[in-house]
């Protein structure tokens, strides 16, 4: 092996490490923007393809984040006054709004 075909070696390896590292780099920094924004990271799995990484990480900067029910941990929309799953109310924190709690379950006494 020819001294010229090493070092052509070594620049190739170096330049598909920078680019996978840039890569996996972007796919975090989309998961990153997705946890910010109560959206799922699942999204991030077109980043197989690099078209679909560039499409999702788009799609995911601009979409409005969501914002999660403290009740049922269900995410709706950031201007959204009532959880439309449990009924929370997001105007009045800590109140419980129109969601009732299940009743206390009856535990028949025990005969000895
Ligand atoms: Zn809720």
């Known amino acids: 092996m020819r001294d010229e075909d090493i070092i052509g070696l070594v620049i190739v390896l ?3 490490v920078v680019v996978l ?3 996996i780099g972007l796919i ?4 990153t923007i997705a946890k910010r924004k ?3 990271p ?3 799995w077109f980043a197989v393809h690099p078209l679909g990484l ?3 990480l788009i799609v995911m900067a601009s979409l409005s984040p969501l914002k999660r029910c403290p009740q049922c941990a ?4 950031l201007h959204a006054r009532l959880c439309p799953f449990c ?9 419980p709004g129109i969601y009732a709690p299940p009743p206390p379950v009856y535990i028949p006494p025990q005969r000895y």
């Not at 975090?28 to 998961?31: I, M, Q």
């Not at 009924?87 to 109140?95: D, H, I, R």
Request: net charge positive; proline share 0%.
């Open 28 to 31: 975090v920094l989309g998961v």
């Open 74 to 77: 269900q995410t709706t929309q």
């Open 42 to 44: 699942h999204w991030m």
């Open 87 to 95: 009924g929370y109310n997001f105007a009045m924190a800590g109140a």
């Open 54 to 56: 560039l499409i999702t």
């Open 21 to 23: 590292a840039v890569y």
């Open 38 to 40: 109560n959206r799922s």
């Open 14 to 16: 170096v330049v598909a």
